[in-house]
């Protein structure tokens, strides 16, 4: 026995031409290890039965189907992916035992074989026969007769159903995250507003006390110390400079300038912004019109605006 005749295909259709037999020797091809030593028809007997273990063995579901969509063999890994007996699989239609959207249209993977196609790759959702829904990475190739016309397909299904339902529970959780994500910000939105209007009313309130403490309870303690006399006065010391420590410590609407006049000038402030003249201030406080304006200008040094045009009523009115 010196060489067998094998014919070599590429995978190409018939219209694209076929290949010249070639001569192989018997020891070059992969079967012929397993099979040396007997005669032709049991060595193609051996030769179908080890196809026939690798068909069974592959993990991945295989079928093969007609030209006219009739089902011929499925391998065990495909029965159980379909959940059905293999037996039952005889004569019946692809579409009919696992079916896809693809099913019956121009994206039939034996539809596209048979039109020219080498190779459909894609991934599907199947239903069952149980009514079950898998998802399976599937990849077709044309099945070739004797005279390299194409006879039907071969598809090979991997499952990848636990891979589709991990990716959509990862979906699930990072969209339940996002949501969580928009709600914190919306959260932090209003938290934000709310923190600013607590802010404001608390510059409020503090501005409300300065301007009692230093316009109201200042010049009173004032007028306390000139009546009382000097038996109080370092008690009277004591207050002014306390309430003026809390005053500064607080200071944020009035200027630094402003927390250091004495009370008698603090007193002539208030009174300059009511609107009195330095006659009716110096009348008021029983002093001289002279000491009256000397204070005026002693306020106006210390308020920065010595030099400045402006009238120290209109100043004292924005502060």
């Not at 000397?294 to 040094?301: E, F, T, W």
């Amino acid at each position: 026995m010196g060489s067998t005749k094998l014919t070599v295909r590429s995978g190409k259709s018939r219209r694209e031409g076929k290949q010249r037999p070639v001569s192989v020797n018997r020891r070059d091809t992969g079967l012929s290890s397993l099979t040396g030593g007997v005669p032709t028809q049991e060595r193609l007997r051996l030769a179908y039965r080890h196809l026939d273990s690798i068909f069974e063995t592959v993990a991945n579901g295989m079928r093969i189907i007609d030209r006219d969509y009739n089902v011929i063999r499925v391998n065990c890994a495909f029965a159980q992916m379909a959940g059905v007996e293999s037996n039952e699989f005889a004569g019946r239609k692809c579409y009919d035992t696992f079916c896809t959207a693809n099913c019956r249209t121009n994206n039939c993977p034996l539809k596209m074989i048979l039109g020219g196609e080498q190779r459909v790759m894609r991934e599907v959702e199947k239903t069952t026969a149980a009514g079950t829904q898998a998802f399976c990475r599937i990849t077709a190739m044309p099945l070739f007769g004797v005279d390299d016309e194409v006879i039907g397909v071969i598809e090979d299904f991997q499952d990848v159903t636990q891979f589709r339902q991990i990716e959509q529970l990862l979906q699930a959780t990072n969209q339940e995250l996002e949501n969580e994500r928009v709600v914190l910000e919306e959260k932090n939105i209003v938290l934000s507003g709310v923190l600013k209007q607590i802010e404001e009313e608390k510059q409020q309130m503090v501005a409300k006390w300065q301007s009692t403490t230093t316009r109201t309870v200042l010049p009173i303690l004032a007028d306390l110390a000139s009546q009382i006399g000097p038996t109080y006065e370092k008690h009277i010391d004591l207050i002014w400079r306390n309430l003026t420590d809390i005053v500064t410590q607080f200071s944020n609407n009035f200027p630094a300038a402003y927390l250091s006049l004495t009370p008698r000038e603090i007193q002539v402030c208030n009174m300059i912004k009511d609107g009195l003249a330095s006659k009716e201030i110096a009348a008021i406080l029983n002093t001289s019109f002279r000491t009256v304006l000397k204070q005026r200008q002693n306020i106006r040094r210390k308020l920065g605006i010595a030099s400045k045009k402006i009238s120290l009523s209109t100043y004292l009115k924005t502060i």
